[in-house]
Structure formats: structure tokens, C-alpha cells
């Protein structure tokens, strides 16, 4: 019999066309944002109200028989209009921003190809982006030594995990082999970093109570006596010092560690120091604004995303590092039905009686990092990290840099901080608002109350002036958020809730003129 070969309905070609164009003709209103005064139409940062049982009512059920172009335009429509819009200029809740038009056609092209980005015979283009942009980023960060680079991780918490295994991994060589002993290393970080830091702890298997939280002072940076008094206390208690993490821009108010100060803290006590910069790192594009992570060329390894204050679409993160061969060491292990590359066939461990040390517990002298191969032979991504399927995520950073090429980044990030420090001003100078910390210290977070009438004329007792604090925030959250803007909160340790705005590359001037315009009507309104 001969086959039938006749073609019945669309082809895949235009299948994907007729679907891409339903996409953008459904979401296309809520990117386009209007020049001129901000109106209540454009204020879309929250399009939802709907409770999470609502949504399960709205999505329950599936088709047996699929719907074709109409039921896929339909399920979008619903999307769309019950998504948070990260393209309004009410968005100023979170440490995202709308995607960057180049970094959104790069994920159409990488879902189109689907390339996986585990081994270089299954994705040799992109394996060799990735290799040459994370280069690019680490030489940024003033990582330049021969074997510095880095690898994509599926976002900044698994890059602080990554990290962490790395560093467990490369200071106690038998550790890969034979595991930790439980109470006898030590984690310290500031009080005021990342929660994924201590969750990293108990996945590679030290324990929560391996993690020393160190406090930060009042402008959210951690205090370096603190880190040095408890370093020295973990020492005579027996303890080894393992890893050292610092901050640089922190989740609630952008503060950055003083890098200078922890790197030497942490070369003192011999400890992997690593530096979160996941949102804060963007100003490594700025020549203005990268005094910020002065000492960051000192650090064994640095977490950045891109898809935070860049605009690069989620997920777009990197672990970086000076010396790439110790991700190899750490996570490589033998699986020759996939790692073909010339550095598959190298021993990963060591026998000799020092762990690989040249010294004795001189990690960063180690015969292993001699005998490991060179960074430039390693091409199987997948054997520096703890994933095997990877999504080539470094092609979407590429293609926006080359879009908009390094200034204009760094403009960007610059636009951000000056919208930040904008609002910070007109915060300060308004009398019923109180700024949480001072305009000089702002990166692009504002914090700030709206204050309590008591405050202002005098009379308040602190507990009641908490809980007064505390009601105000959350009252102009439901009020702002009814209005269009995405705006978040955040706990003061004594004097309760404050409101908390992230600003974006996006944000304007002319913005957070309109959100505070907003907030005051409010506020007044309604008898705060």
C-alpha cells in the first residue's frame, strides 16, 4: 500500500506562527504604556483580585479532545487578564521587571530549538554562548584570572546552593565521597541576607544549625565586628569556618555588604567567601555605580541574575566564580554514556593523605586544582553543576547585550537608582512620611511609613506606634493595590510594617510622582 501523505490542516510551521501571533495580539495592550501624564488605565500592575479558590473554579478541568487555536486563545485571554503586568508602571513590588523585547525573542528562539545545554554535542552554539558570556560577566565583576567563568543556574536561590556545594566540596575534598560530620563547620551570613542561603545549608547537608546569623546594622549591612567576633567564637569552639557570604543588594531595602571588609574576614579564617549579588550586581554594567561591590574580584564565587534589575526574562541567573575548575572538581563525577568532552576521562578525587592539598587545609593551594583539566576543555556543562537537563538560558542575556550593548544597561540601572533616589526625596520632604533609613544610602528600594498622627505630634509610646505603623501599611496596600499598583511590604524589627517599593529599569520620575500622588490621596482619605 502506499502511505497517504496528503497534509491535513495546518503545518507546524504555521501552527506556531497562528498561535504566537494569537499570544501577542492578547498581551500586547498591557506592554504598550503610553507617554504623558500616567492615567488610571495604565495602572495594570495588579490585575487580580481573585482568590486562589476562585482561579481553581476558573482552570478546573481538561479536555479530553483538544480545542484547537480557540481554546488555546481563550485560556491565554483568561491568563492575561488575571496576571500580574510587569510592564506597568504601577509594577514596583518586586525585583523583576517587564522582559526586555530582544531577551523575549531569545526565549522564542531557544523554545523553538530546545536545545539542551547539558553536553556540547547536543547544543554546541550555545554551550559555547554560555561559556563566553558568563566570561564576559565574571570579567565585569573584576574576575580575571585564567580559569575565571561561570555556569547558568535556575535562579539565585539554587546559584547560593551551588555555591555552597562547591565550597563544601573543594575546603573538604572527602566530603563529596564520604559526606559531613554534623556541628563541626560553620556558615555565617547577615541577618538581613536571602533566606536561600540557610535553606542551601541543610540541602547539602550541614544543617540549619550550621548557619551562624550574624546582625546587621540599622542600614541593613552587616555588621563586620559581629562576622569577626563570631568567626573567632566558632574557632574556639572547635569549629571550622567553611563559607562566608556577604550581600550586595539586599531583598528588602538594597543594602550592600562592605565586601572589602568580609573578603578579608574570610581569607583570614581560610573560608570560601561568596557574595550574593543576585540583584544588586547590576551595577558592575555602571562605571558609575560599581564602587558599590568594590572588592568583589576577591570573592571565590558571586550569584547574579539577570533576569532581576537587567529586564532579561526569567530565568536568567549565573554562579560565577575565578577559578571554574573547582566547579569541575566538585560536581563532576563519571557518566560516560553522556560527558564526551576531553575533560571526561580526568579523576575528579584524590587519595593522597592531605585531601588534594599541597598543605595541610590549604584548600586554595590544592594539587587536585593542577591536575584538573583546563577550563577551556570543559565543554559538558552539565558536569560543573548539579543539573543535567539545562535550558540555555546565557543566549537570552546575549542577545540582549547585544541589543542594547553595555551602556545602555547600565543606563538602565542607573534610571532605576535615580527613580529610587527620587522617591526617597519626595518621601523625606512630605511630613506624614517617615524614610526607613536615609536618602544618601538609597539603592533602589525606598522604605518608608506613612506615620501615625501620634508620631507627628509627639505623643506616640512605641508598641502602639508599631501596631499603628503596621495597620497604616497594610490598609494603603489593599488600597494601592485596588488602584493598579504592585507595591510590597516589609517588617521593621521595633517599629512595625513599612511600605516598601522596588524600583526597576523601567521606572520613571514621572512614576513614583504618580504612586506617591496616590498614596498621600489615600492616605488622607481615608483618615490615616
Known sequence: MTANNTQVGPSREQQLAGLVLLVQSITSPKVNVPEGPLEPSHLTGQNSSKSSEEFQQLLSGLPDEGLGSEGFSNAVSLLSENSVNNSSPGFLGKLVSAPSPPGTAADLFLSIFNNNGHVWRASPALTAVE????????????????HAGGVTVPGGAAGNMLALLVARNIVLPESKQHGVTLGKYAVFVSDAAHYSVTNAAQIVGLGNGAVTSVPALEDGTMDVDALEAAVDAAIQSGKQPLFINATAGNTVNGAFDPIDKIAAIASKANAWFHID??????????????????????????????????????????????????????????????????????????????????????????????????????????????????????????????????????????????????LASLVQAHPRLELVGDTENVFAQVCFYWSSKEEENGTADGAHTAAVNSHNTHVLYKHLTAHGWKIDYAPHKVKGDFIRIACNRLTTRRGVEGLLTKLVELGESLGL
Open 277 to 422: 549579588a543576585c540583584w544588586g550586581g547590576a551595577v558592575a554594567f555602571s562605571d558609575n555605580l560599581r564602587y558599590l561591590i568594590k572588592g568583589s574580584e576577591r570573592a571565590d564565587s558571586i550569584a547574579f541574575n539577570p533576569h532581576k534589575m537587567l529586564g532579561v526574562p526569567l530565568v536568567c541567573a549565573f554562579l560565577l566564580t575565578n577559578d571554574l575548575r573547582t566547579f569541575w572538581l566538585a560536581n563532576k563525577l563519571n557518566a560516560g554514556y553522556l560527558f564526551h568532552d576531553k575533560a571526561a576521562g580526568k579523576p575528579a578525587t584524590s587519595q593522597n593523605g592531605t585531601n588534594g592539598h599541597s598543605k595541610e587545609n590549604d584548600w586554595r593551594d590544592s594539587k587536585l586544582l593542577d591536575d584538573a583539566p583546563e577550563v577551556a576543555d570543559i565543554r559538558d556543562l552539565a558536569s560543573l553543576t548539579v543539573q543535567c537537563s539545562r535550558r540555555s538560558d546565557a543566549t537570552k542575556l546575549f542577545l540582549h547585550w547585544i541589543y542594547y550593548g553595555t551602556r545602555g544597561i547600565a543606563r538602565e540601572v542607573e534610571q532605576a537608582v535615580d527613580s529610587a533616589q527620587h
Open 131 to 146: 561559556k563566553h558570556v558568563s566570561g564576559e560577566l565574571a570579567r565585569l565583576f573584576g574576575l580575571k584570572g585564567p
